[in-house]
């Protein structure tokens, strides 16, 4: 049993090894070959690794690491994916291939970090030994069972009633509501382009951070979807009042599950309106009728408006390993110290 450590740009030559491990866990969509190798083509610095672990010529885990300093690494982490990219054949144990990671990884590594954890993957190993974990973010999703109808009946009544008033405004002043959704690879290109004006409107256009046709988000995104929607995985939900679009949903699919990766919505609407609530109801009527999925994930840090549509939330973690447990208690104790604030106590008058 080893690991085997090579430059990252040879991920395409080991692809279907690790298309054969994504399969055999969860068959997370963000962690398919069709995510992973433009995420490496428009992100990676080139300090990156492929690291496979073989046992009797068979491939049984894979990771994707760089270097964080020259006595740390952590798994590959572009802030556009969910999870970390780390596969492993189901039923392996966590210390023995971390151990052997650390111990093949170049100089002397002290810490190896994987990121981004879903219990949900993978399940989270006990703090024990060389192993310490950490909560990263809460994160919610819909589960999809049974009709709408029954699901909208057990959201809260502010939200129903918010969002039929909405509506009722809308049919009053003649605006025609309409959801579109976008299957085809060929119309990929132009929905990115809508969508970045879409981001460009808002904080992430002042801020320089938006999604564009010509920056490394934008073709990631382009590249990512055109082949997802070549697979049949792939949707693209745009969402119009009369002729002006007002919200986009870009989204990944596989399985029984949907992934809605990124939403924008048009800043310039009326005050009172919420264009991505009133898309996601519609979406979300659409997708229980098809009965395809058995969950609808949002990832990333659960918001206020993401538990008025799912009480259903779990935590995402990160994994440390360290070369010396005593590294990781203290490097626990630590983090304790930093954040520990002493109380204000107010002097008597």
Known sequence: ??????????????????????QAGSG???????FVAPLLAQFGTGKELLARF??????????????????TWSSFQPPQAPVGLWLAQ??????????ELLGALPGVALQLALTQGDPMLAGRPPDQGRVRCLDYVRTARIVVTGSFDAFW????????????????????????????????ADQVAAAIADYGHLESTGWKGDAGTAVDAGNAQGRF?????????????????????????VSMD?????????????????????????????????????????????RIEFYGKVMEWH????????????????????????HALTRKICSWRPRTINAPP
């Not at 997370?28 to 069709?34: E, N, Q, R, W």
């Not at 073989?54 to 006595?71: F, H, N």
């Not at 919505?265 to 109801?281: I, K």
Request: glycine share 6%.
């Open 307 to 330: 538990q008025r549509w799912s009480g259903d939330v779990r935590t995402l973690y990160h994994v440390n390993y360290y070369r010396w447990s005593w590294l990781g208690a203290l």
């Open 1 to 22: 049993m080893t690991w085997t450590l090579s430059a990252a740009t040879s991920f395409a030559q080991f692809a279907p090894a690790w298309h054969r491990l994504q």
């Open 54 to 71: 073989e046992r009797d010529g068979e491939i049984l885990a894979m990771a994707l690491l760089t270097p964080q300093s020259r006595w």
């Open 90 to 99: 189901p039923g392996l144990a966590w210390p023995p291939l971390l151990a």
């Open 221 to 245: 995104y382009r590249q990512m979807l055109e082949a997802f929607c070549r697979n049949g995985n792939g949707s693209i939900y745009r969402y119009w009042f009369d002729e002006q679009l």
């Open 153 to 184: 009946a057990q959201r809260g009544k502010n939200l129903r009633g918010n969002l039929k008033k909405q509506r009722s405004r809308l049919q009053k002043e003649g605006v025609a509501l309409r959801l579109e959704m976008c299957r085809e």
């Open 28 to 34: 997370a969509p963000m962690l398919s070959v069709d």
């Open 250 to 294: 870009l989204c990944i699919e596989e399985r029984d599950c949907i992934v809605i990766l990124k939403t924008s919505y048009a800043q310039q609407v009326a005050p009172g309106l919420s264009p991505s609530l009133l898309m996601r109801e519609t979406a979300c009527q659409q997708l229980f009728a098809s009965a395809r999925f058995e």
